[in-house]
């Protein structure tokens, strides 16, 4: 059989997990001196208490070799092969690690290693393609050829709500972010190439710009691929109004078999802060 493994910053919820069997790989959430595990033992709510209580954001790095080796072990000796996706290889280690893991497991054979160029549901996009595939019995050769065909495919775009975090993280300027919250500036970040890039800026009240963020892209959203769309965020329970008018659009367009929401893992939330929303897609 041919099982399909992602790292933690694919931000798949865990009833999709379960419908398409797909097995996770955490990353590592470090605050401070103590390391968690993305999705295992923190919570985005308690990064965010944690930065705002230090004023800096949490480190995150590559899940360990070992813990790599102990999660794709069972499979491989119940004779499985794997498909492994991971975070762009400009953002993280964890390819790298993966790869290595295959290596040391001698099963560099039966492990096909996908760089999904992408973060968050730009990934889960190609994840859960690659386990429907797998569900129908499609080799895992076939199915990595078609995933790597998609991989440009990928839209993934995201508004956060506050400079604040990516500021910390030293992605953001403090003038720009200074700047940027006297103005009330919302940008839009997208992935190109494997690397995440700003484009346009909105100005006003988050409420109220996100859902232009998702009409702006109707066109796109109208060309592309049919089968799902995802809204993934960090938008806390109390402040859902933005996410909730987004769902409302697309379903409203009557194009997409599912719109999905997902809340981000940690990963996402350490670096973009809370209020971030995105909706991803694939086009044709």
Same mark, same amino acid.
């Given at each position: 059989m041919v099982k399909i493994f992602s790292d933690s910053t694919s931000d798949l919820s865990e009833e999709l997990l379960r419908r398409?069997? &797909?097995?996770?790989?955490?990353?590592?959430?470090?605050?401070?001196?103590?390391?968690?595990k993305d999705r295992v033992n923190i919570t985005p709510e308690e990064i965010?208490?944690? $930065?705002?209580? !230090?004023?800096?954001?949490?480190?995150? %790095? =590559?899940?360990?070799?070992?813990?790599?080796?102990?999660?794709?072990?069972? *499979?491989?000796?119940?004779?499985?092969?794997?498909?492994? @996706?991971? &975070?762009?290889?400009?953002? %993280?280690?964890? #390819?790298?690690?993966?790869?290595? =893991?295959?290596?040391?497991?001698?099963?560099?054979?039966? /492990?096909?290693? &996908?760089?999904?160029?992408n973060l968050s549901t730009g990934i889960g996009l190609l994840v859960v393609e690659a386990a429907e595939m797998a569900q129908k019995g499609v080799p895992a050769a076939?199915?990595? $050829? !078609? +995933?790597? *065909?998609? +991989?440009?495919? /990928?839209?993934?775009? @995201?508004? /956060?709500?506050?400079?604040?975090?990516? !500021?910390?993280? #030293?992605?953001?300027?403090?003038?720009?972010a200074m700047a940027g919250s006297v103005l009330r500036l919302h940008p839009r970040i997208h992935v190109k190439d494997g690397v995440m890039g700003a484009g346009k800026k909105y100005r006003g009240k988050y409420s109220e710009i996100i859902l232009n963020y998702a009409k702006e892209m109707e066109?796109?959203?109208?060309?592309?691929?049919?089968?799902?769309? @995802?809204?993934?965020?960090?938008?806390?329970?109390?402040?859902?109004?933005p996410v909730e008018k987004v769902l409302e659009y697309l379903n409203s367009l009557g194009y997409f078999g599912e719109v999905i929401e997902t809340r981000a893992g940690g990963v996402i939330s350490s670096h973009c802060g809370p209020g971030t929303l995105g909706v991803l897609f694939i086009s044709q």
């Open positions: 398409y069997d &797909i097995t996770l790989m955490p990353l590592y959430i470090i605050l401070g001196e103590k390391d968690y965010f208490r944690w $930065s705002d209580e !230090h004023k800096t954001t949490p480190k995150t %790095s =590559a899940a360990s070799l070992d813990d790599v080796k102990a999660i794709m072990r069972p *499979a491989l000796e119940a004779g499985d092969e794997i498909i492994a @996706f991971s &975070i762009s290889t400009e953002m %993280s280690n964890m #390819g790298n690690v993966i790869r290595l =893991a295959a290596q040391t497991l001698d099963a560099a054979d039966r /492990v096909h290693y &996908i760089d999904s160029r076939e199915i990595v $050829s !078609h +995933i790597n *065909a998609l +991989i440009p495919k /990928v839209r993934a775009s @995201f508004v /956060v709500d506050t400079l604040t975090y990516l !500021h910390r993280g #030293g992605r953001c300027s403090g003038l720009a066109e796109e959203l109208l060309k592309a691929r049919p089968e799902r769309v @995802f809204v993934t965020h960090t938008v806390p329970d109390s402040s859902r109004e």
